[in-house]
């Protein structure tokens, strides 16, 4: 089946600093990836849409100089959570979607974010 | 605007017991439904997924759903709940521009 990773599994880090998180698909190729954000006993929020080769979509709401989203081949996109803060602490969790089929998406395990 | 609404954050339940995860949808447009399952420390995995075609969906290890247009639900029921079943479960649904806007999730415990 289709597989998603993510890297870090868990990353700490301190305020102010930034922070890379890798999605890759490692067994197909995803034309489009998304990224979520998931607060504790809460769903998941997606934050922004990632195409290859093109500029992200972000969802209403979200900062697109916080969060940078690049996807530069179509097994990788980075998630870059700059200038951290402890209210960006959360879990992260990507997922990609084939070009032939829109209503699969491939989640990756997420990432742990703590902003000491 | 596509929504959906879980009814009830954690449900327990006793090993064998009859599983019923609830799920209420609100769309303007023929709803496409999902059911997920997250384990602790992974992704999301694909239970199953209503697009308009059989009202009964079956899913992956023994879930099923059924979509209920007049009720506006699709709730998720597993006949025997297994010790192995106990995770986070997310109802989600379609919105226009094919993606997905997910409920709050309902977190299963199994009781042995």
């Known amino acids: 089946g289709a597989v998603v990773s993510q890297h870090p599994s868990r990353v700490i880090c301190k305020s102010g600093t930034s922070v890379k998180i890798e999605c890759r698909s490692l067994d197909f190729q995803a034309t489009t990836m998304f990224w979520y954000r998931q607060f504790p006993k809460q769903s998941l929020m997606l934050m922004a849409t990632?195409?290859?080769?093109?500029?992200?979509?972000?969802e209403q709401g979200v900062e697109k100089d916080k969060f940078l989203i690049n996807h530069a081949s179509l097994t990788l996109s980075t998630l870059t959570v700059t200038s951290a803060h402890p209210e960006d602490s959360s879990f992260y969790i990507c997922?990609?979607?084939?070009?032939?089929?829109?209503?699969?998406?491939?989640f990756g395990p997420g990432t742990r974010l703590t902003v000491l | 605007a596509q929504s959906v609404t879980q009814l009830g954050s954690h449900v327990s339940v006793s090993e064998g017991a009859l599983v019923l995860l609830r799920c209420n949808y609100s769309s303007s447009v023929p709803p496409y439904l999902f059911w997920y399952v997250q384990y602790p420390n992974q992704g999301l995995q694909l239970l199953l997924k209503?697009?308009?075609?059989?009202?009964l969906v079956k899913g992956i290890n023994g879930f099923e759903a059924e979509f209920k247009k007049s009720e506006t639900s699709f709730h998720l029921t597993k006949p025997s709940a297994h010790m192995s079943d106990a995770a986070e479960y997310f109802c989600a649904v379609r919105r226009g521009d094919y993606k997905l806007s997910f409920g709050a999730g309902t977190t299963v415990t199994v009781r042995a």
């Open positions: 997922s990609a979607r084939l070009a032939g089929d829109l209503d699969t998406q491939y």
């Open positions: 990632s195409n290859e080769g093109s500029k992200a979509t972000y």
């Open positions: 209503y697009t308009s075609a059989a009202t």
